[in-house]
């Protein structure tokens, strides 16, 4: 008896040592790799908010022909050959999303971002957004700061991945969309989602205020998304909207919006329509996009359009008719879209350098634009 309580005793002695031992290396490599981590990783100022920090990058290369106005002398905007640049319509960008649970119910959180472009014509730095909230499961949400308005993107709800390259809204491939709502310091109400429809509301001052209505669902192998807002602002006001379907299997998808403008006293759309020198009359918009969205490659999904738009200026301003077409290829392994786009502008509008409200040179532009980019835009 007493050798088998010796030979357990002779097994203890060591597995206790080399267990200790094991602990002690084990602690010290730990404390090694925490530290390590703790200083390339971005930090929290405490435990409580948690932090994601996200973006993207997105650059390409763009064409467009030289713009003459008839009886003017050439406007040069971009050199002939094409300029590497950022694209103004999805810039790159930081975001900082922070948020924490206050209960069950209620959670407190942030949003900043920040706009990066090199382009000569911009500044280098955009507040983009600069809010923060409070949420509740059953009431909503409440955004207070700089942030967008209740009709930011209402003109732009696409099931496929075609915004990348080009915005139907906008008549120019570098902008120029007037239907659409924008960012600025408001209070916001984004009531809960309740059977695929979410409302909210946005107030900046006593003359600058909108509303709008969403929907998303997806039925019978098919995804549907809408979306209609109002605005009213200093002078004029304006309703517009989207919507998207899409047939899961196949991956067909059609897409179109609608807007009218009335600008008022011109307060706000006083200025010219982008590069094209437009007066700011009351407008009327329509457009569509009819193409496939699709996974073909393991590579990642494939995406083809042609799409089509119009711009009636009223009181004599003219139309403004614009088509495209464009490829785009996600690479799902880097979280990166390329694509190559065309978009053909036709401008029969009344437009002059000193062009003003209802004043403008009694000139007749029906010269066609043509705007060609390559571009690629990676996420993190």
Request: some cysteine; hydrophobic content about 40%.
């Amino acid at each position: 008896m007493k050798w088998k309580l010796l030979a357990a005793a002779s097994l203890l002695v060591p597995w206790n040592a080399y267990a200790a031992d094991l602990g002690g290396n084990c602690c010290a490599d730990l404390e090694e790799r925490v530290a390590e981590l703790e200083a390339t990783t971005a930090r929290k100022g405490n435990r409580k908010v948690s932090l994601e920090v996200s973006g993207h990058i997105h650059e390409m290369i763009f064409w467009r022909d030289e713009i003459e106005l008839p009886g003017e002398e050439q406007v040069d905007l971009f050199d002939k050959g094409g300029r590497i640049m950022n694209d103004p319509n999805n810039s790159g960008r930081f975001r900082f999303r922070g948020s924490a649970k206050v209960n069950q119910d209620f959670e407190a959180g942030f949003l900043m971002e920040l706009g990066v472009s090199h382009n000569e014509e911009d500044e280098p730095f955009e507040v983009r957004h600069q809010a923060l909230y409070v949420k509740s499961r059953a009431l909503g949400t409440v955004w207070l700061g700089q942030t967008s308005s209740a009709t930011d993107g209402i003109v732009e709800l696409d099931l496929s991945n075609g915004s990348v390259a080009m915005t139907l809204a906008n008549p120019s491939m570098l902008g120029g969309g007037i239907m659409d709502g924008g960012r600025a310091p408001v209070v916001k109400y984004i009531t809960p989602t309740l059977a695929g429809f979410v409302l909210s509301a946005a107030w900046e001052d006593e003359d600058t205020y909108d509303f709008a209505g969403r929907f998303a669902k997806e039925y019978g192998g098919f995804q549907f998304a809408a979306g209609l807002g109002y605005a009213k602002f200093d002078g004029g006001d304006r309703i517009s909207g989207s919507a998207s379907v899409k047939h899961v299997e196949t991956g067909l998808f059609a897409s179109g919006m609608y807007g009218r403008l009335d600008d008022g006293d011109g307060d706000i759309f006083d200025v010219d329509l982008d590069q094209f020198g437009v007066a700011a009359f009351d407008a009327e918009q329509w457009g569509g996009r009819l193409g496939v969205d699709r996974k073909w490659f393991a590579l990642g999904k494939t995406t083809i359009f042609g799409e089509y738009s119009q711009i009636k200026f009223k009181d004599g301003g003219g139309d403004l008719d614009y088509w495209g077409a464009a490829l785009v290829q996600s690479i799902d392994a880097a979280a990166m879209d390329i694509y190559v786009a065309y978009r053909r502008v036709e401008p029969d509008l009344i437009v002059g350098e000193e062009c003003v409200r209802r004043e403008c040179n009694d000139i007749e532009w029906d010269d066609g634009i043509d705007e060609f980019k390559v571009g690629a835009r990676i996420k993190f």
